[in-house]
């Protein structure tokens, strides 16, 4: 049969077949994998992260404050910084 002459469901059988055959040879060559084992456990990443974020975020507040704005970065870290801000925000909202 020529290509012209084969019918789509013909086609279509070649194809699985070939697959079929593709994955036989597949499984006979896979190698037994050994389970991988975590150099840094999946909690530690989380830690880690979250220690990441907090840093990034005080060091965007201090920027933010002591570089684009007048005060002093170490004011960041400071109660009375945060209550003024608080209150500020609370007194335009009213």
Avoid at 37 to 63: K, Y
Avoid at 64 to 88: A, F
């Amino acid at each position: 049969m020529t290509e012209h002459e084969k019918t789509r469901a013909d086609i279509k059988r070649e194809r699985e077949n070939r697959r079929a055959a593709e994955e036989t040879e597949t499984h006979k060559d896979r190698k037994v994998r050994r389970p991988k084992i975590r150099i840094i456990p999946i909690w530690l990443r989380l830690l880690i992260v979250l220690m990441l974020g907090a840093a990034a975020l005080l060091g965007g507040t201090m920027i933010g404050y002591g570089v684009i704005g007048d005060g002093q970065p170490t004011d960041v870290m400071e109660w009375s910084t945060w209550q003024h801000i608080i209150d500020l925000v609370k007194k335009t909202a009213e």
